[in-house]
């Protein structure tokens, strides 16, 4: 597609229910990334995959976070069990590794999930 | 203490001014990032640099990897430069696109 695409744009769920969070990168971006925005704490990472492994996983803030990727494209992020402390904006981003433009980050408008 | 810290939080100017936002860092790093949030949520990268100095258009980025600073101004500022931008790093031994974010800088241009 033309930029990086995620769904649902708006999720509202009730504590204790699972999510799904969609991300559909840049075709030809080999390294995606999911990050958050919530309002106490800014923007933080989550995980990295290139391909479809996660080399680095370290930003996962629980065992109920969960994330993966297949055929080197779509990535879907999971949160068992909602917590309120969950809400926030989810960003996906996808980049080229490799050549002049390596790393730079292209993100999608973000899945904002409200918990209540 | 962050390990991203930008300055100034809040910054008001009137259209046509030069603006600089800065970064400072206290890890060492592998690139530093600019991006910009728009009040819409969306984030654009403006830059990635891990040396030296780059612009495209108004903008102009510099980095001084000695001091662990960085630089982000604006030429004659318009009111559709208002946003929030952001100062992101990838720290060394730290896997791409695992960036320590800054809080973040909202610029207002007015009229």
């Known amino acids: 597609g033309a930029g990086v695409s995620q769904s649902p744009s708006n999720k509202v769920t009730e504590k204790g229910k699972d999510v799904e969070l969609r991300c559909d990168p840049i075709?030809?971006?080999?390294?995606l990334y999911w990050y958050r925005q919530s309002l106490g704490q800014g923007l933080e990472f989550l995980i990295y995959?290139?391909?479809?492994?996660?080399?680095?996983k370290s930003g996962l803030p629980s065992d109920r976070f969960s994330a993966e990727r297949t055929g080197g494209s779509v990535s879907t992020l999971t949160i068992q069990r909602t917590q309120q402390e969950d809400s926030a904006v989810y960003l996906c981003a996808s980049s080229l590794v490799g050549g002049a433009n390596t790393g730079e980050l292209f993100f999608g408008e973000g899945s904002r999930l409200t918990v209540l | 203490k962050n390990e991203v810290e930008q300055s100034p939080q809040n910054l008001t100017a009137q259209e046509g001014e030069f603006i600089t936002i800065n970064c400072s860092y206290s890890v060492g790093i592998s690139a530093l990032h600019w991006l910009q949030q728009h009040p819409g949520g969306g984030i654009v990268s403006l830059f990635m640099l891990s040396s030296g100095k780059k612009k495209h258009g108004r903008l102009i980025a510099t980095i001084n990897i000695q001091e662990k600073h960085s630089s982000l101004h604006i030429t004659a500022s318009h009111p559709r430069d208002s946003a929030v931008y952001i100062c992101a790093v990838s720290s060394h031994g730290g896997s791409q696109g695992n960036l320590i974010f800054g809080k973040g800088t909202k610029l207002s241009v007015k009229p």
């Open positions: 995959f290139q391909g479809n492994s996660a080399p680095d």
């Open positions: 075709s030809g971006h080999t390294a």
